[in-house]
Structures are given as C-alpha cells and as structure tokens.
C-alpha cells in the first residue's frame, strides 16, 4: 500500500477516535449530572468534560469509580473508596501520598472492573490509565457502555425476543439464544423493516444507517403513535447528510425520549461504528415495539380458558361421537333403501328396454310397409311417366311425320333440307331405350328449329313474291290499259288512213305522211316513238 493510502487511512482513523471522545463526553457529562455535588468543588471540577481535558480529568480514576458506580452500584463505592480532587501535579518524591491515593484509586476502579460480569479487563493497569493511554482507556469505557447497552439484548432480559425467531427457516429457540447482542439487535432491526413498506433490510449497522432511512422506518414501526409516515416523508426529502441524522435524531429524543446515548448527526452520517450500534441498542432499549409475552396472571387465565376449552372439547367429541352414530345407522337405513330403490330401478329399466325393444320392433314393420308403399308408388308413378313420355314420343313422330310429308310438298328446296334433317340416326341396336329416347328428344328438337328457321326464310320469300306479283299485276294493269288505248289509236289510225289514203297507184303509203298521222294520234312523245317504231314493222 502506498504512502498516500497510509496517511489516509491514519487520518480516518483519527477522526473516528476524536468523534468517540466527542461522544462519551457527552455521555459522561449527561451520567454524571447527578453527582455534580461530589465531582465539582470551589477549587478544582470533575465537570464538564470535552475532548481537551478528557484523558486529564480520567487518570485519578475518580469519573471511572463514579461510572461504575452508576451502572452497578455493588461494584464501588466512590465516595468511600476514592479520594476525589487530587492535585496530580503534586505526585512526586516529595509528595508520596498523593502518588499512592491515586494508585489506591484506579486499583479500586480495576478490581470494580473486573468485578463486573461481561467486561474483559486484560493487560488494563493503574498506570495505563494515569499514563492517559488512549486506546486502552477508550476500549474500557466502550466495553462499561456496550455492556450496559447489550444488557438487555438478551432472551433473559426480554422474553418477548422470542417472536424474532425465524420457524420459516428451521430457527429454534436455542439459536436465537446462542445469537451475540449485536447480531440480536441486527435481527431486531430487520424483524421491523420486513413489517414496513420500505424494502431495504439492513445489512450492517454504520454504513447502512448513514442515510436514515433504515433508521426512520425503524422508528414508524416501533412507535408508529408517535412518528407518523408524514414525518418520514418530510425527513427522507432532506438531502442526505447531517441535517436528515440530525432530523432524525430529534424525532428520536423528542418523541421517544431516546436520550440513553445519542450521537452527534456527525456520527450517524459518517457511519461511525461504535456510535450507530451504541444508538440502535439505545432506540431498542427505549422502544422495542416487540408485543411483550403474557404475565403469571394472564398466563393462569390462558390455562383456565384451555380447560374450559377443553371440556367444551370433550362434549363436543361426545355429541361426536353420537352423532357419528346416528349418521352410521342413517347411512345403513339409507344404504338399504337405496338398495331397494335400485332393484326397483333395475326392474324398471328392463321393462322399459322390453317395451323399447318392441315399439323398436313395430316401427321396424311399419318402416317396411311404408317403403313398400313408397316403392309401389315410385314404380306405378314411373310406369306412368314412362307412358306419358312414350305418348308424346308417339306424337313427336306422328309430328316428324307430318312435318316431313309437308316438307316433301314444299318442292326441290324443302326436299333438300328434309334429306338433310332426317339423316339416318344411329343404329337403335346401340342404344339403350332412354338412350334412344333423348336422341329422338334431340333430334326433335333439332328438326323443329331447323323448320323454324326454314319457316322464316320461306315466309320471307314469299313475302317477296307476294310483292313481285304485286308488281306484275300492276304492269298487267297498266299493259292493259295501254294496249286498250294502242287499240283505239289504231282504229283511229285505221280510218285516218283509209279517209286520207291517196289517189295514186302506189301500193304502200308514204312513210313521212304516216309518221305525221301518228304523232297527230299519239303526241310529239317519246312513247309514241317507241310504239310507232314497234308498230312500223309490223305494218
């Protein structure tokens, strides 16, 4: 370890041994108050002590004897056995009694020490403690104030210790007895933080308590009258240091005038051992908030319930007992009438699948008669259908025939399209009956929209030669009447002729003069061109 890490660790070590003296001046000075008669005079004073004169004041062995004293009042007796307000500065040669009071004194406070059952007084002598040496008178005084503190933390002590003991984890009595004050006291800690809402358990006592929270649900579960959630809260929201311990340390001597031996908020924050272990045994001594164990008084009245208990025990395993027997004979009776009742069940049951076994069987028949029915139905029905669909098969041939015979006289073109409709089918012989049916069926079909269509284009046609005929009869018409008119124009011409027929002897008119007549007979037309050229050569 280097040099630094030395001087730092001296360095804290000295600060917790100042911080020890700074306490147990303070706890001296509060013990020692009611003997401020004896240990203060005109010309020389015990009191007050501080950490200046804390060694000085203790060599004459007198504040220790008065210690003593205070805890144990059979180990010493200070104002006969010690000689008070000595003049150390006097102890020489010169002034041999004085050296020897003060070796009478802290002989007398050694022999008182080791008087006491639970302090070690080893390699402790008269001159250790006149010589002021500090780790040895340190380690006394912390072994009076431990001893005094843990002389409770005992089953003895506090018989009401005994709910501490863990059964969940196979604990006895026995362990929790064979437990050191402080472990006991480690365990009286977490007894009370596994009841509170805070889920922290302490795993020590300085480090773990320097932020108080452990400390403050500890004092909510001891005294939860006196220290109330709301000033938990209040103390936790101070920032972690001196004022949340010093906080935390009023609420202890003000509410559970916790006063045994308090630290300074120092000690707590810093988490100084000796200090925080001496103010959580002070906190348990004050409140142990453990339900103390029944008294002789409610220990006979518990006795005197439990014998009563037990005869009201006894009769009610008595009526039992009875009852139990008149459940018994209940069961047989019920046993045999169950009995009975299943028989008649049994014989019920059989009767029943008889009369099911014969309604089964007529429904049986009556299934058949209805199938037969059903079937009988179903073939006269079919045989029925059958020939009505032969009937009108009967009558679709009929019907093919005639349509075929009236294709024949419709001439050249309906004679071709009934070649083609009545192509020979397949051969019968192929065919099943139904089969053959449906392939007449189609080719019924077939035939009749071939006849259909063929009916249009014929209804078509003859629509036109309705229409051509019509037209001829109209020319007819009108060729009549021409011919009616050419022939009155003819006898018209016939007699012109003859009227101006000329004298000569030529045969034949003149041409010219003929076509004159005939315009002047039918008019300067085209028509009459026509017919005087068609007439001319005929003439």
């Given at each position: 370890?280097?040099?630094?890490?030395?001087?730092?660790?001296?360095?804290?070590?000295?600060?917790?041994?100042?911080?020890?003296?700074?306490?147990?001046?303070?706890?001296?000075?509060?013990?020692?108050?009611?003997?401020?008669?004896?240990?203060?005079?005109?010309?020389?004073?015990?009191?007050?002590?501080?950490?200046?004169?804390?060694?000085?004041?203790?060599?004459?062995?007198?504040?220790?004897?008065?210690?003593?004293?205070?805890?144990?009042?059979?180990?010493?007796?200070?104002?006969?056995?010690?000689?008070?307000?000595?003049?150390?500065?006097?102890?020489?040669?010169?002034?041999?009694?004085?050296?020897?009071?003060?070796?009478?004194?802290?002989?007398?406070?050694?022999?008182?020490?080791?008087?006491?059952?639970?302090?070690?007084?080893?390699?402790?002598?008269?001159?250790?403690?006149?010589?002021?040496?500090?780790?040895?008178?340190?380690?006394?005084?912390?072994?009076?104030?431990?001893?005094?503190?843990?002389?409770?933390?005992?089953?003895?002590?506090?018989?009401?210790?005994?709910?501490?003991?863990?059964?969940?984890?196979?604990?006895?009595?026995?362990?929790?007895?064979?437990?050191?004050?402080?472990?006991?006291?480690?365990?009286?800690?977490?007894?009370?933080?596994?009841?509170?809402?805070?889920?922290?358990?302490?795993?020590?006592?300085?480090?773990?308590?320097?932020?108080?929270?452990?400390?403050?649900?500890?004092?909510?579960?001891?005294?939860?009258?006196?220290?109330?959630?709301?000033?938990?809260?209040?103390?936790?929201?101070?920032?972690?240091?001196?004022?949340?311990?010093?906080?935390?340390?009023?609420?202890?001597?003000?509410?559970?005038?916790?006063?045994?031996?308090?630290?300074?908020?120092?000690?707590?924050?810093?988490?100084?051992?000796?200090?925080?272990?001496?103010?959580?045994?002070?906190?348990?001594?004050?409140?142990?908030?453990?339900?103390?164990?029944?008294?002789?008084?409610?220990?006979?009245?518990?006795?005197?319930?439990?014998?009563?208990?037990?005869?009201?025990?006894?009769?009610?395993?008595?009526?039992?007992?009875?009852?139990?027997?008149?459940?018994?004979?209940?069961?047989?009776?019920?046993?045999?009438?169950?009995?009975?009742?299943?028989?008649?069940?049994?014989?019920?049951?059989?009767?029943?699948?008889?009369?099911?076994?014969?309604?089964?069987?007529?429904?049986?028949?009556?299934?058949?008669?209805?199938?037969?029915?059903?079937?009988?139905?179903?073939?006269?029905?079919?045989?029925?259908?059958?020939?009505?669909?032969?009937?009108?098969?009967?009558?679709?041939?009929?019907?093919?025939?005639a349509i075929k015979e009236r294709l024949v006289s419709l001439g050249s073109k309906e004679l071709l399209f009934c070649k083609e409709a009545s192509s020979e089918p397949p051969s019968p012989s192929m065919m099943t009956e139904e089969e053959q049916l449906l392939y007449l069926l189609?080719?019924?079909?077939?035939?009749?929209?071939?006849?259909?269509?063929?009916?249009?284009?014929?209804?078509?046609?003859?629509?036109?030669?309705?229409?051509?005929?019509?037209?001829?009869?109209?020319?007819?018409?009108?060729?009549?009447?021409?011919?009616?008119?050419?022939?009155?124009?003819?006898?018209?011409?016939?007699?012109?002729?003859?009227?101006?027929?000329?004298?000569?002897?030529?045969?034949?008119?003149?041409?010219?003069?003929?076509?004159?007549?005939?315009?002047?007979?039918?008019?300067?037309?085209?028509?009459?061109?026509?017919?005087?050229?068609?007439?001319?050569?005929?003439?």
């Amino acid at each position: 370890m280097s040099s630094d890490g030395l001087r730092s660790m001296e360095a804290s070590h000295l600060e917790s041994v100042a911080r020890e003296i700074a306490a147990y001046s303070e706890q001296l000075n509060r013990v020692m108050a009611p003997y401020a008669d004896d240990l203060v005079t005109e010309h020389h004073s015990y009191l007050p002590l501080s950490p200046d004169n804390f060694f000085e004041q203790l060599r004459d062995g007198v504040l220790l004897g008065y210690l003593l004293h205070h805890y144990w009042p059979e180990s010493i007796h200070p104002q006969q056995q010690l000689t008070r307000h000595l003049d150390l500065g006097k102890r020489d040669t010169a002034y041999s009694k004085v050296t020897y009071q003060v070796n009478a004194n802290l002989n007398a406070v050694v022999q008182a020490a080791k008087s006491v059952k639970g302090l070690v007084v080893v390699n402790l002598g008269s001159d250790d403690i006149l010589q002021g040496k500090r780790e040895l008178v340190l380690g006394l005084l912390w072994q009076i104030f431990n001893s005094r503190l843990a002389s409770t933390l005992s089953l003895a002590a506090r018989p009401e210790l005994v709910r501490l003991v863990d059964i969940s984890a196979g604990e006895s009595l026995l362990t929790l007895a064979q437990l050191r004050p402080d472990a006991l006291l480690h365990r009286w800690i977490n007894y009370h933080l596994q009841k509170s809402p805070f889920p922290r358990r302490a795993v020590n006592l300085h480090k773990d308590l320097a932020d108080c929270e452990i400390y403050l649900f500890l004092l909510g579960q001891i005294a939860p009258q006196q220290i109330t959630m709301q000033d938990i809260q209040r103390i936790i929201a101070l920032p972690v240091g001196e004022n949340r311990a010093a906080a935390m340390l009023q609420l202890a001597t003000e509410r559970l005038g916790c006063r045994d031996f308090v630290p300074a908020p120092k000690d707590i924050a810093s988490g100084h051992v000796r200090l925080n272990y001496a103010f959580c045994a002070s906190l348990f001594n004050s409140c142990p908030g453990i339900e103390p164990l029944p008294s002789d008084d409610d220990l006979r009245a518990m006795r005197m319930n439990i014998v009563q208990l037990d005869n009201e025990l006894k009769d009610l395993q008595d009526q039992l007992r009875i009852s139990q027997e008149q459940a018994l004979q209940e069961k047989l009776a019920f046993s045999a009438q169950l009995s009975n009742q299943l028989e008649e069940q049994e014989q019920a049951t059989q009767q029943f699948e008889l009369q099911l076994a014969e309604h089964g069987q007529r429904l049986q028949r009556a299934r058949d008669e209805l199938a037969q029915q059903y079937q009988e139905s179903l073939d006269k029905a079919l045989a029925a259908h059958q020939n009505q669909q032969l009937a009108q098969l009967a009558s679709q041939k009929q019907l093919v025939v005639a349509i075929k015979e009236r294709l024949v006289s419709l001439g050249s073109k309906e004679l071709l399209f009934c070649k083609e409709a009545s192509s020979e089918p397949p051969s019968p012989s192929m065919m099943t009956e139904e089969e053959q049916l449906l392939y007449l069926l189609r080719e019924i079909g077939t035939l009749i929209e071939q006849v259909a269509s063929h009916q249009d284009v014929l209804l078509d046609e003859n629509t036109q030669l309705k229409a051509q005929v019509s037209e001829l009869q109209g020319k007819v018409n009108h060729t009549t009447k021409i011919y009616e008119q050419m022939g009155d124009s003819i006898r018209q011409y016939a007699e012109l002729v003859t009227k101006n027929k000329p004298q000569s002897n030529s045969s034949s008119p003149d041409k010219t003069h003929r076509s004159s007549l005939l315009k002047r007979l039918f008019g300067a037309t085209s028509k009459t061109d026509d017919l005087t050229s068609s007439i001319a050569p005929s003439q």
